[in-house]
């Protein structure tokens, strides 16, 4: 699906929903910005688009239709041969805060970023797509007024959107914090696990991402223009908070494995004391209980006429004597 709109330099909404064939006239308007959003696109209009109408390097055609394991910006100027304007293409990901079965849920945006211009590229639906064209359809804050500041928007919402994801796992963590410490079985084992790595995974998301960003917040590139840059240093800022808060996370996550194996332990610990001080308890019954049961002819026990109670005696009183005697040194 295409969707397109023409804003002017006041950041008013021109035109929307424009027919391909005029796409080139409008783009070659000075006076007018274009925004081009595909979502989940028919491979005929994303060629038309990408390839036909912008020319866009190969390389970053690529790496726009395939799925990029990771954050990354690169910046493409026209050589000789080429058909297309300088431009930035961009790769960042989205998180999905709903965190349906206990996954963090990532998805790709792609952008290509000129000076009139601003093409975005996502599978399925994205809620920072449709806030910001919301946005811009209304004028409100002028953000249509050119593409960098529909851009900074973009990565605006991207990053809020990590914010409800990081506070439904706060909340998760806490609940492993009380689990491995009044319920520390293999389920809370395999919840600290699945939630440890799902932090990792949004660590590897982040670092990177935040390195992107990183070289927006310097001003590294020409077409994000100076007054911006702050902006997108503020971007910048909110996602160094999040990767720290993911720091935090993970060791926190750390010393609660670390409780888990603590308390399992002292668990093992109680059992095998128990066993040991029932073995050591009734090692006087089964000493006497094995001497006697040889039964040998030459032993004068075995025909004592009160051998039986007394040896009865005597195991009653060695297994009391080794349980108080135990119990007197509070091993249990």
Known sequence: ?????????????????????????LLSDTNLFLWIDLESPTPEETKFVLEGLFHFHPLSIEDCVTASPSPKV??????????????????????????????FATSELNFFLGKNFLVTYHEGPLRSVSLTEERAIKGTM????????????????????????????????????????????KATLNKILQVKKEVLHLRQIIGPQREVLARFARGEFKLIRAHLVPYYR????????ISEL??????????ILQVYLNMSSNQTGEVIKLLTLFTIITTPMMLIGTWYGMNFENMPELHWPFAYAVV?????IATVGAFLFFRKKKWF
């Open 74 to 103: 690169e910046e493409y100027s026209p050589k000789e041969g080429d058909n297309f304007v300088p431009y930035l293409f961009m790769v960042i990901h989205a998180v999905d805060y709903s965190r349906k079965d206990g996954v």
């Open 312 to 316: 009865t005696l005597v195991t009653v």
């Open 246 to 255: 993911t720091q935090s996370y993970t060791d926190s996550l750390t010393g």
């Open 142 to 185: 002028h953000i249509a007024r050119a593409p960098d500041r529909v851009a900074y928007n973009l990565l605006d919402f991207i990053v809020d959107n990590y914010k409800p994801a990081l506070e439904e796992l706060s909340l998760e963590i806490a609940e492993l914090e009380h689990e491995a410490l009044q319920h520390p079985g």
């Open 1 to 25: 699906m295409i969707r397109s709109l023409a804003f002017t330099t006041q950041g008013r909404l021109h035109s929307r929903d424009i027919e391909m064939f005029l796409m080139p006239t």
């Open 234 to 241: 503020d971007v910048y800022d909110a996602l160094f908070h």
